[in-house]
């Protein structure tokens, strides 16, 4: 027997015209993000400063994700007094992949920004987290390592210490200051942004007409074609 209901085509809803925008908002925070990375590369991430009488305005060091700086050579004489390695043995694997680590990130947060599915796009700040949090690890890693495998021949002996990787500390002698630099508040301000990016991403899923068929990945690409926009 002949089937005689009439069969309509379901139409999907039209996104409104506000979508597009948004959309592009997203790119347009990540992008900002990512340029901020870059810029961050190029800066000190921390910087440190040793008060003595013999240095009444201090010796200052800065630390960069390619190298240091400052009166590194100073420094390294009066560490030999006390037994403790040169600056330049810290973090030498570190300094040759971070722009490797830069560009991963970079690569990531676009990726993820166009092309993740709707659970999967809340993960778009992760990124930008985990650099600097393993920066912060890498850095006390080496503070206390270096602070505490001090030659026992050494002219001057001191106990094992760890320097302070925030605000003021004491080595013998030496008052010691250490604070966060321009490339550390970049990266910070490049994770405020990728999670202004996150949020604005979740409204823009939440509206979407495809959302029904969102998996892993977006199936229009975030700015690619989407069902007309309603006026």
């Given at each position: 027997m ?9 139409i999907k809803?039209a996104a409104?015209?506000?979508?597009r925008g948004l959309r592009?908002?997203?790119?347009l ?8 990375y870059?810029?961050?590369f ?17 010796l ?10 400052g009166d590194?050579?100073e ?9 403790m390695g ?17 560009g ?11 092309l ?11 990124p930008?987290v ?10 006390f ?7 505490h ?28 200051f250490?604070?966060p630099s321009a ?7 490049s ?11 979740r ?15 977006c ?13």
């Amino acid at each position: 027997m002949a089937d005689s209901h009439v069969h309509l085509s379901v139409i999907k809803p039209a996104a409104p015209s506000w979508h597009r925008g948004l959309r592009w908002l997203v790119v347009l925070l990540a992008g900002a993000a990512i340029g901020l990375y870059v810029l961050a590369f190029f800066q000190p991430w921390w910087s440190f400063t040793l008060y003595a009488p013999q240095y009444p305005h201090g010796l200052k060091l800065s630390i960069s994700l390619t190298g240091m700086g400052g009166d590194v050579r100073e420094i390294d004489m009066l560490n030999h007094y006390i037994g403790m390695g040169h600056l330049a043995e810290a973090a030498k694997h570190e300094r040759e992949l971070a722009g490797y680590g830069v560009g991963l990130i970079s690569v990531l947060v676009i990726g993820i920004a166009l092309l993740a599915g709707k659970k999967l796009g809340r993960a778009l700040f992760v990124p930008a987290v985990l650099f600097p949090a393993v920066f912060l690890g890498d850095a006390f890693y080496y503070l206390y390592t270096f602070g505490h495998r001090l030659d026992p021949h050494a002219p001057i002996h001191l106990p094992p210490f760890t320097p302070e990787l925030f605000g003021n500390g004491q080595i013998g002698q030496f008052m010691t200051f250490a604070t966060p630099s321009a490339g550390f508040w970049m990266a910070c301000g490049s994770l405020v942004l990728l999670v202004a990016a996150t949020l604005v991403r979740r409204k823009v899923c939440a509206d979407c007409p495809q959302q029904g068929n969102c998996g892993a990945v977006c199936p229009s690409a975030l700015v690619g074609p989407h069902p007309k926009e309603a006026v």
